[in-house]
């Protein structure tokens, strides 16, 4: 058997380092179920960014959801019920991050302006929220194209060589420098 894996921890590390870039230090996180190794590898991604940058984890701030829109709204509203002061969201998968985005305007916080967020997996969808959001990138085009190598290595009877392009983050209106 063969299998492709991203480095969800380091595309993690790299969107909470870019909240952290833009001065934010009280960063929630939306995470999915960690049953799934994907939400596992974006916690620690997430972890390991808070740790390099000294800033104390606050498990008031992490959020268990669903990787559902709905269960972006549903994280944020308990989010905003725990009375938490944040700045900023990481979420794992940009379907929690559009959720999240209607429950916060739903709360009368505005994205960027009260609250920055950052979502994962740059679906087409993620450059028409408004505001457009904020992402990291796994390159489909490249998954494809190594796939695709792969697939002639085994069937000639060969080991493929995977060599996955890093996460990149894309960045787009829905994060911005937290005012001082």
Do not use: C, W
């Amino acid at each position: 058997m063969f299998s492709f894996s991203f480095d969800n921890r380091a595309g993690a590390k790299l969107a909470t380092e870019h909240l952290i870039d833009l001065g934010h230090r009280r960063i929630a996180l939306l995470q999915g179920d960690l049953i799934h190794e994907d939400a596992i590898e974006r916690q620690s991604g997430y972890l390991d960014a808070l740790a390099a940058a000294g800033i104390p984890v606050d498990p008031r701030l992490i959020v268990q959801s669903d990787y559902t829109e709905a269960g972006g709204m549903l994280a944020v509203s308990r989010l905003l019920e725990r009375e938490v002061g944040f700045s900023a969201i990481f979420s794992s998968n940009d379907q929690m991050a559009y959720g999240a985005m209607l429950g916060l305007s739903r709360r009368n916080l505005r994205v960027p302006d009260d609250v920055s967020v950052v979502g994962f997996d740059d679906l087409t969808m993620s450059r028409y929220t408004m505001p457009p959001l904020t992402t990291v990138r796994q390159s489909v085009y490249e998954t494809g194209t190594q796939a695709a190598a792969a697939m002639l290595a085994l069937l000639q009877g060969a080991m493929p060589a995977v060599n996955l392009a890093a996460p990149e983050l894309v960045m787009r209106e829905s994060a911005r420098r937290l005012a001082r």
